[in-house]
């Protein structure tokens, strides 16, 4: 389950849109922060994508992407011209398809290594999914997902909100502000479609007509649809971006990424609870957690892309990074479903799943110096948008060793405070960190 919005220039405080997503992956399967730099490659050349190969173009970008260890694609991700895409899961009535094609993440990567605006991204996203399909396992480890996809693309000038079902689709520009989640949003208000999406409705007996024809009311999904929250969650991120529209930042996007809708929020509670800021739990439904979220200040001069490369943005700090920069990073080594101590997800992971053992008072021993840290963090960066890639490449490093000295803090501050289990919760994340090799 996830969460992806965008604040364009006409609705931000400073005429510069804002965009930001959450990542909801299993629990264990580290993502993190990666560059690949802009190639070019020998005619007739392919790319072998998470399953399959499709034929690569003669260049692609540069990109930094959140990525899942295991898959060529990525959740979200920014290329070198300032483009940015999230995607999100879309469980619809028109079951998702099981052989192996192109994942949402691998449509997504492919389009940010090609595309140079929303425009053209939305066109590559298309091209590919009528001629090769979505499809095949969106998780990994013995863990199964299947669904279709909606993106939300979007660069300091413009943006599209694109939804699949199968190899149909529908877009639409998006003015001031949008938002997706698990559901489908679109409703019969789009500039572009495939062509047989309306016939396709009437054929399953979705609708009766044109005329009648509404892509979500039609297509979405009742019970996955219900209980994961889409529409809930939906209307949370909308309802928060329509209050901020003309005054929304960096700072409002962080705190709409860490939304949790009760003020007295305790990780151990229920069974299917799911809000913006995700932690995993007991049962079939909280089988995820926000495993990794982005912002991005989308200054079409000089993008600042703001990532935790860790799970649970409440629990975690959101560094400063820009493109020509991101080669000269040391980002630490890429994590996989085992703990590592060496990565900076399964390093955070310490802090977010101790803090998950008493949520309620051991977030209090931080929360305030998590935001005075990245307060800090925001304004140093905006004051470096016209100084040298090395200077700006200095104080991304210098945020990665605060963040990692100040985690490593607020972790003993932490295990000060007692402990309280409850006994789903206990048993849920005894078996998360049994799989993951987490130790006590």
């Known amino acids: 389950m996830c969460d992806t919005l965008i604040a364009t ?3 931000t405080a400073n005429g510069i849109a804002v965009f930001g997503k959450n990542s909801d992956r299993p629990p264990n399967e580290g993502q993190s922060m990666v560059y690949f730099p802009a190639a070019t490659h020998s005619a ?39 483009l940015v895409i999230g995607n999100e899961a879309i469980y619809s009535k028109i079951p998702a398809n099981k052989k192996p094609a192109l994942l949402g993440m691998d449509m997504l990567r492919a389009a940010l290594e090609r595309a140079v605006t929303p425009r053209e991204a ?29 993106f939300l693309i979007a660069n300091a000038e413009d943006a599209w909100a694109l939804e699949t079902v199968d190899r149909q689709w529908a877009a639409r520009q998006v003015k001031d502000v949008y ?25 399953k007996g979705l609708t009766k007509s044109q005329n009648q024809f509404h892509l979500a009311r039609n297509f979405n999904d009742f019970l996955y649809t219900s209980f994961g929250k889409g529409l809930i969650r939906r209307e949370t991120t909308f309802a928060t971006l329509g209050e901020q529209k003309g005054k929304f930042s960096i700072e409002q996007m962080m705190s709409t990424l ?19 800021c995700m932690h995993a739990g007991f049962g079939p439904i ?14 079409k001069n000089n993008p600042i892309i703001f990532a935790t490369g860790t799970s649970a943005p409440c629990t975690s700090i959101f560094k400063p990074f820009w493109m020509d920069t991101a080669s000269s990073l040391n980002l630490g080594p890429v994590p996989t479903s085992q703990a ?52 700006r490449a200095e104080f991304t490093n210098q945020c990665l060793a605060e963040s990692a000295a100040a985690e490593a803090e607020w972790l003993k501050r932490v295990e000060k405070v007692p402990a309280k289990k409850n006994l789903l919760h206990s048993m849920a994340w005894g078996g998360f960190n049994r799989k993951a090799g987490v130790e006590g």
């Not at 860490?258 to 913006?276: L, S």
């Not at 909280?286 to 200054?299: E, F, G, K, M, P």
Request: glycine content about 6%; aromatic content about 8%.
């Open 9 to 11: 220039k006409l609705a």
């Open 44 to 82: 007739g050349s392919k790319v072998k994508c998470t399953y399959i190969e499709i034929p690569q173009v003669e260049k692609t970008h540069a990109v930094f992407l959140s990525k899942p260890f295991w898959m060529w694609g990525a959740e979200i991700g920014v290329n070198e011209h300032g």
């Open 122 to 150: 939305v066109q590559v996203i298309v091209d590919l999914l009528e001629e090769f399909g979505q499809g095949g396992n969106c998780a990994s480890h013995g863990n199964s997902m299947y669904y279709h996809n909606s």
């Open 179 to 203: 938002s997706i989640s698990n559901c489908l949003t679109i409703g019969n208000e789009y500039e572009l479609a495939s062509s047989n999406l309306v016939d396709l409705a009437i054929q």
């Open 258 to 276: 860490r939304h949790h809708k009760d003020e007295n929020f305790n990780a151990q509670n229920g069974v299917t609870e799911i809000d913006i």
């Open 286 to 299: 909280r089988i995820s957690q926000s495993t990794a979220s982005l912002v991005v200040h989308l200054d």
């Open 340 to 391: 590592d101590s060496s990565s900076i997800y399964w390093t955070h992971e310490k802090l977010h799943r101790a803090t998950l053992l008493n949520y309620p008072e051991r977030i209090q021993t931080y929360a305030a110096d998590r935001d005075m840290l990245e307060k800090k963090f925001i304004e140093g960066a905006l004051k470096l948008q016209t100084s040298s890639t090395k200077e």
